[in-house]
């Protein structure tokens, strides 16, 4: 059990597109999910925390104009990187946690997103 | 901010050598994770630790909790070429179920 997915597994886009990232508990209820970036050979990063059904939280320094986070079920959460550059290029991860206060995080299997 | 260090950064063993990561944060935690990060995969969650002075292992995996719940450590014993991987804990400060990452140990196993 705890099953996490992510939507497209990778994913080329031009420079000043948008991309939409899928994160979703498959066989669990998520009430908070998390949105990572990881550079290679570098550590996660936490982007934002999100809620069912309220604003996400972002950490300082993460754009929330150019990263839309949408939790809108407990099953899905939607990272959307707008106006993507070159220097959005990343390996992105979503993670789900399953009850309230439970701290132990699922992960998706990620999204390698490359700008040209 | 919180900080979360880990040492070594890299360590490369022969394959049935001991291998241990030390997790240090800079600021006392509610509690701390552990995950493993195959090549070109995802985290995986392998433990959490909550009590101060805690120890608790997998197989040949031992993981502690120091006293003052600052920092933590990871020992493999006897690694196999399986273990490869980089080894992240991630801390737990306790106001939310947010995780702050360390930088990671990565090990390479010699066979």
């Known amino acids: 059990g705890a099953v996490v997915s992510q939507h497209p597994s990778w994913v080329i886009c031009k420079s000043g597109t948008s991309v939409k990232i899928e994160c979703r508990s498959l066989d669990f209820q998520a009430t908070t999910m998390f949105w990572y970036r990881q550079f290679p050979k570098q550590s996660l990063m936490l982007m934002a925390t999100?809620?069912?059904?309220?604003?996400?939280?972002?950490e300082q320094g993460v754009e929330k104009d150019k990263f839309l986070i949408n939790h809108a079920s407990l099953t899905l959460s939607t990272l959307t990187v707008t106006s993507a550059h070159p220097e959005d290029s990343s390996f992105y991860i979503c993670?789900?946690?399953?009850?309230?206060?439970?701290?132990?995080?699922?992960f998706g299997p990620g999204t390698r997103l490359t700008v040209t | 901010g919180q900080q979360v260090m880990q040492i070594p950064q890299y360590q490369h063993v022969q394959e049935g050598e001991d291998f241990t990561t030390y997790c240090n944060s800079s600021t006392t935690l509610s509690n701390i994770q552990w995950y493993k990060q195959r090549p070109g995969g995802h985290p995986v969650f392998l433990i959490q630790?909550?009590?101060?002075?805690e120890v608790k292992k997998q197989k040949r995996l031992t993981f502690q909790f120091g006293e003052a719940k600052k920092n933590s450590s990871l020992h493999i014993t006897a690694t196999q070429t399986t273990d490869v991987g980089t080894y992240f804990c991630a801390g737990n400060g306790g106001a939310t179920n947010k995780l702050i990452f360390g930088t990671g140990t990565l090990l390479a196993v010699q066979p």
């Open positions: 630790l909550v009590k101060s002075g």
């Open positions: 993670s789900a946690t399953r009850l309230w206060g439970a701290s132990e995080q699922y």
């Open positions: 999100s809620n069912e059904g309220s604003k996400a939280t972002y």
